[in-house]
Antibody, heavy 121, light 112 residues
Framework: QVQLQESGPGLVKPSETLSLTCTVS??????????WGWIRQPPGKGLEWIGS???????YDNPSLKSRVTISVDMSKNQFSLKLSSVTAADTAVYYC?????????????WGQGVLVTVSS | DIVMTQSPDSLAVSLGERATINCKSS????????????LAWYQQKPGQSPKLLIY???TRESGVPDRFSGSGSGTDFTLTISSLQAEDVAVYYC????????FGQGTRLEIK
C-alpha cells in the first residue's frame, strides 16, 4: 500500500526558509486520482492545512499561508516538497504530508509519520 | 474561514459505554447541489499521525470498525463510538472541506 515519509532539517533559524520533502512509496505520485499535501500541528495543538499539489502542478492553497508557501512535485523521484519562507517561532510544528482525492474532497486518507521542525536561533 | 468548534474538549468514558463527540461549524458545510456534508472525522493516537475515520459526515473509511459512526447535517455533527474499547483512547478531530480545510481543536477521549 502507499506510504509517505517526510524528511528535512529538524531545526531552522528565524527568517530562513523551511524545506521538507515527502517521498511516496508503493504508488505513483503521477496518479491523476490524488493531490499530495502538507498539514502541520504545533506542539500540543490542533491541525492546520498548508496546501496540496497534483501531478500536473495544480495547487490548492491555504490563503493565510499562501504568500510564504511553495509546494512542488518531482515525479522522477516520486516526491513532493514544501518550502515555507520567513519562518518564526510560530512555525514550530510537526509537519505531516498526506494525500487526498481531489480539491473538492480534501479527506486525508494516507499520512506520513510527521517530522518535528523547530524554529530557533 | 469556517471555524470548527468541538465539544467537549475532553471526555472520559467507561469501557463498553457510548462516547459522543460534537462538532459545530460556523457556517453550513452542506453543499446543496449534491446534498453532501463536507465533513470528516480523524482519530489521532498518542505519538501517531491522524487516521481518517469518516467522510461525507457519515461514511466510514474502509477498515474502520462499525462501532464508529458519524451523523449530522448543516452545521452540527456528531461522532459516536457505540462501545468504547481501550484502543479508542485518542484525540478526535473534525474537519470541514467545504472550503479551505479547517479542523476542530480536538477532543481528548480517555477511559474512566
Amino acid at each position: 500500500q502507499v506510504q509517505l515519509q517526510e524528511s528535512g532539517p529538524g531545526l531552522v533559524k528565524p527568517s530562513e526558509t523551511l524545506s521538507l520533502t515527502c517521498t511516496v512509496s508503493g504508488g505513483s505520485i503521477s496518479s491523476s486520482t490524488y493531490y499530495w499535501g502538507w498539514i502541520r500541528q504545533p506542539p500540543g495543538k490542533g491541525l492546520e492545512w498548508i496546501g496540496s499539489i497534483n501531478y500536473s502542478g495544480n495547487t490548492y492553497d491555504n490563503p493565510s499561508l499562501k504568500s510564504r508557501v511553495t509546494i512542488s512535485v518531482d515525479m522522477s523521484k516520486n516526491q513532493f516538497s514544501l518550502k515555507l519562507s520567513s519562518v518564526t517561532a510560530a512555525d514550530t510544528a510537526v509537519y505531516y504530508c498526506a494525500r487526498h482525492p481531489e480539491t473538492a474532497m480534501v479527506t486525508l486518507d494516507c499520512w506520513g509519520q510527521g517530522v518535528l521542525v523547530t524554529v530557533s536561533s | 474561514d469556517i471555524v470548527m468548534t468541538q465539544s467537549p474538549d475532553s471526555l472520559a468514558v467507561s469501557l463498553g459505554e457510548r462516547a459522543t463527540i460534537n462538532c459545530k461549524s460556523s457556517q453550513s458545510v452542506l453543499y446543496s447541489s449534491n446534498n453532501k456534508n463536507y465533513l470528516a472525522w480523524y482519530q489521532q493516537k498518542p505519538g501517531q499521525s491522524p487516521k481518517l475515520l469518516i467522510y461525507w459526515a457519515s461514511t466510514r473509511e474502509s477498515g474502520v470498525p462499525d462501532r464508529f459512526s458519524g451523523s449530522g447535517s448543516g452545521t452540527d455533527f456528531t461522532l459516536t463510538i457505540s462501545s468504547l474499547q481501550a484502543e479508542d483512547v485518542a484525540v478526535y478531530y473534525c474537519q470541514q472541506y467545504y472550503s479551505t480545510p479547517t479542523f476542530g481543536q480536538g477532543t481528548r477521549l480517555e477511559i474512566k
